[in-house]
């Protein structure tokens, strides 16, 4: 009798951004990590074993896997690959990387794993790119993150919309290094002031499906900077706080357009050329510098997982 292992994948229309008791979290992490660990120990001594049992001549095959297994937690912050096809314009295919960007028709497909190519306090705590990493007063959501297959079709081409589209829930856009970005609106239930204190060092935090994102200024791009920090789903560039000539929007000795309601203004940019684009700006609401708001000043493309 061979050796079956089944299994199945639940979707989740809304990904919450669990919390916890502050007292409970680091037990709570520490039991989770546990967990996972043993089960997946367990299937990697579940497959040999079945081998074993059918065969002796492709054990070693069967225990590559086990070992495999074993190793796939620690692969997030050391595997960034970017593939980026050559005939993107140069300010995506030189600035975007750890994901695969292709063209197709007349829009641009992002494809990623939303791994934080770097190492923080919400990848699993018995992987090699845990580290504690959480500011003084921060202290961590439940989760942990986990591999995605994300993809984004974005215009090539910003449209101006007549008609705001509202964001929504999930990756409404994409950073440089390959991970999502969101939007104002935290889990339903809280408030992002409220998520503000579980962020990392980064300025980031994962949801209870492990996929990890933005909500505010990424601090492994830009911190009060003019960094290209990605790109939104309406195919828009999305800038750091400043101007490059380090004045905000709206302000300085020549000053660009004051940002509208979006958060964006159109002007000549000195390497993008003119183009309306957005800028991470301060929101009173929740006392974070946020890369979004709640609508796109174009038409957007898709976003899934």
Known sequence: MGCLISGSDEGRFRPAESRSNPMNKSKLNRTISVLAFAVTLAMAFYLVGCDLIQSSDDSDDTLALGLLALSASSAGCNSCVTNNDSSLPSWIKDNFKCMTVTTSGSNYVFKTSNLPPYTNGYYSQISGCYTNDFPSGNSPNPNTISSQSITLTIPNEGTRNSTETATDYGAMGVTVNGLAIYNSQAAPGDTLADELDTMDSANGHPTDIGQYH????????????????????????????????GDLPGAGGTPTPALD?????????????????????????????????????????????
């Open 214 to 245: 933005h909500h505010t200024e990424p601090y492994k791009i830009t911190n009060n900077g003019s960094e290209l920090v990605g790109i939104s789903l309406d195919g828009y560039p999305i800038f750091g706080r400043n101007e490059p000539d």
């Open 261 to 305: 309601g979006n958060g964006g203004h159109t002007h000549s940019h000195t390497t993008y050329g003119s183009i309306y684009h957005y800028h991470v700006n301060y929101d009173s609401g929740s006392g974070g510098y946020l890369i979004l708001k709640n609508k796109f000043h174009g038409t957007p493309g898709t976003s899934g997982n």
